[in-house]
């Protein structure tokens, strides 16, 4: 696969490509029938008082990790970890939380927070070069 039409992915690249799958699980796998919203596994958990929030807290974490992994400024971890503290604050919140959940998608906010950092470091591809 590496060949001059497919340059070698920087190991940064195969991070952010992982963090955007678990992100798009997350907040937007599913198509709401009749819809063009979409929604995740962080919503549909999120419903299950108590335990739903923190899975999604704990994802959260994964993905904070993996941007300190990567070299991401202070600042994006940060903003990343305020994301995710929003996310599970509101989303503990019976009912209003639930449907605060299905909108925030915390998970993709944070994986754009760092693709923007990392391509900016230039250790990754920007977007348009994808």
Avoid: C
Avoid at 27 to 38: C, E, I, M, V, W
Avoid at 57 to 76: C, K, N, P
């Amino acid at each position: 696969m590496n060949s001059p039409q497919h340059p070698p992915i920087h190991p940064q690249q195969a991070r952010l490509d992982r963090i955007h799958r678990v992100a798009r699980l997350m907040d937007a796998r599913y198509r709401l029938p009749g819809t063009s919203y979409r929604i995740g596994l962080d919503g549909l958990i999120g419903l299950i008082p108590g335990v739903g929030d923190t899975v999604g807290l704990a994802v959260s974490g994964w993905m904070i990790s993996e941007a300190v992994q990567a070299g991401a400024r202070r600042r994006t971890i940060v903003r990343m970890a305020g994301n995710a503290v929003i996310d599970w604050a509101v989303g503990i919140v019976p009912v209003a939380g639930d449907l605060f959940d299905f909108a925030f998608k915390s998970h993709q906010r944070n994986a754009a927070l760092l693709a923007a950092d990392l391509e900016r470091m230039g250790a990754v591809r920007p977007v348009s070069a994808r």
